[in-house]
């Protein structure tokens, strides 16, 4: 059997370590480790991961001083021994046929990659996503030129997009010790996954993709997502340079240009709408926040480039007030927006 490490960074977990723990321990595949990396908590939660710990010989628990999210996993990295490695945030969990389900599909095609899909848990529903190439395997260049092109966005319509995270998926271990595989810290790059796999997928000779959808994703209160940042179109913006230029570097460029501006279109508009509210009504404070969002010429360039004929109309309208800088007009759209949770 093929060993599987699991590893897991947890930071003020509390509420939902257990939860998290309790799915990876009920895994019906028995040849894992757990790695639970306490990355500086502040609560219980490094308690929680000591107790389980002592009950199973399989779980090893490594506390450290904060770092964000990219140094924790590269922590547990550096423990993992397994020929396999998947990830999980600690406020997540996983069914327990998920890890066999990926294996399988591992040794039936010889695979040194498996991707799934998952299912988006919110407070009063769930949404399953399978993944948008379920039933394919890709060989060679087709690993970067098929998965790694949908991962740096969808297309203009919203389509056609494989999720970027290290979770729901299987690694191996012998390619990220290989080439020495590390992630970048999210204070350097806002999506340390992306840059991982841009480093990890070029490198795969084999990826198989399933349509489990055994990992859940929480919606948890207190999504980064949704907290106002005011270095997120620049730290976005630093990204979007950073993809752009690996993607040339790898020859997928062409491939993905579209994609890559669509992405960087699109949370530049939600930039917008954070701006409006979170200015508490304050229509000079969002006009003076927004205005430097909408003079960068990056993004400037970026809407005279995107291709708006197969974008949704209202994304459409709201890039032309963007690339003519209508601020107003933009307040009262992003209001709306606010408002009720459009």
């Known amino acids: 059997m ?31 480790e757990v790695i639970l990396v306490d990355d500086g908590s ?25 770092g964000g999210l990219g140094i924790a996993r590269n922590s547990g990295l550096e423990m993992a021994t397994g020929d396999f490695v998947t ?20 040794e039936k095609d010889d695979a040194d990659t498996c991707l799934a899909g998952h299912t988006k848990i919110y407070a009063d529903s769930r949404v399953e996503h399978i993944n948008v190439c379920a039933g394919k395997i890709f060989k060679g260049e087709e690993v970067k030129n098929e998965i790694l092109t949908r991962m740096v966005g969808s297309n203009p319509d919203g389509s056609d997009y494989i999720e970027m995270s290290v979770c729901m998926v299987l690694l191996s271990k012998k390619i990220i010790d ?15 996954d992306l840059i ?44 979007t340079r950073e993809v752009i230029e690996r993607a040339k570097y790898i020859g997928i460029y062409e491939k993905c240009e579209q994609r890559i501006l669509n992405t960087f279109v699109s949370i530049s508009r939600y930039c917008i709408k954070l701006e409006q509210k979170f200015s508490n009504n304050s229509y000079k404070t969002y006009k003076t926040n927004a205005t ?51």
């Open 87 to 106: 990830f999980i945030d600690g406020d997540d969990s996983i069914t327990n046929d998920h890890i066999k389900k990926m294996v399988k599909a591992l």
């Open 42 to 66: 502040k609560d219980s939660t490094g308690k929680i991961c000591d107790e389980y710990a002592i009950s199973d010989q399989r779980i090893k628990v490594v506390h450290k001083e904060n």
């Open 178 to 192: 290989e080439f020495g595989l590390r992630f970048h810290s999210e204070r350097d790059f806002i999506s340390e």
């Open 292 to 342: 430097k969002i909408l003079k960068d010429a990056f993004l400037q360039k970026a809407l005279t480039d995107i291709d708006n004929g197969n974008i949704p109309i209202k994304s459409r309208i709201v890039n032309i007030m963007m690339n003519r800088q209508w601020r107003f007009l933009l307040w009262l759209t992003m209001s709306f927006k606010n408002r009720y949770g459009i």
């Open 196 to 239: 991982f796999d841009f480093d990890y997928y070029p490198r795969s000779k084999k990826a198989v993709v399933i349509d489990d959808v055994g990992y859940y994703y929480y919606d948890n209160e207190g999504s980064l997502t949704t907290k106002y940042n005011p270095k997120r179109f620049e730290k976005q913006k630093e990204m």
């Open 2 to 32: 093929k060993k599987v490490s699991i590893i897991a960074p947890v930071y003020n977990v509390e509420k939902y370590i257990k939860r998290c723990i309790d799915s990876i321990l009920e895994q019906t595949y028995s040849d894992i």
